[in-house]
């Protein structure tokens, strides 16, 4: 038979070791969500934010809820879109997408 005691001595550098072994696994995930996660969204935001200023009257734009338009009216914070029956007033930031309007072509 095996004799357990009743009281065993704590190992000294353990709890140490375990506190270490917990701030690197926090700084591993840190790096994880700002490489994988965080950057990218940033980086896509800034795209999405420079179609917007790069907008022009009559540009086709796609809104929330996919709402087909062209631009007709840019103002400071607000857009005026034209729809097939009619036109209507919304945020720039409702603009999901943005397709430049057609140049005409050349004369030859």
């Known amino acids: 038979m095996f004799l ?5 001595a704590p190992v000294q550098g353990a709890s140490e070791q375990g ?3 917990t ?3 926090v700084a591993i995930a840190l790096v994880f969500f700002y490489f994988i996660l965080w950057r990218p969204e940033q980086k896509r935001r800034k795209a999405v934010e420079a179609k917007r200023q790069a907008l022009k009257k009559g540009d086709k734009v796609v809104l ?3 709402i087909l338009g ?3 009216k840019i103002q400071q914070d607000t857009i005026t879109v034209a729809l097939t029956d ?3 007033e919304v945020l ?5 997408d943005i397709q430049p309007s057609a140049e005409p072509p050349a004369a030859s």
């Open 92 to 96: 720039k930031g409702a603009i999901q």
């Open 19 to 21: 506190l270490e072994q």
């Open 70 to 72: 062209e631009v007709i």
């Open 64 to 66: 929330v809820g996919g």
């Open 4 to 8: 357990l005691a009743d009281n065993p």
């Open 86 to 88: 009619g036109k209507m």
């Open 23 to 25: 701030l690197i696994m």
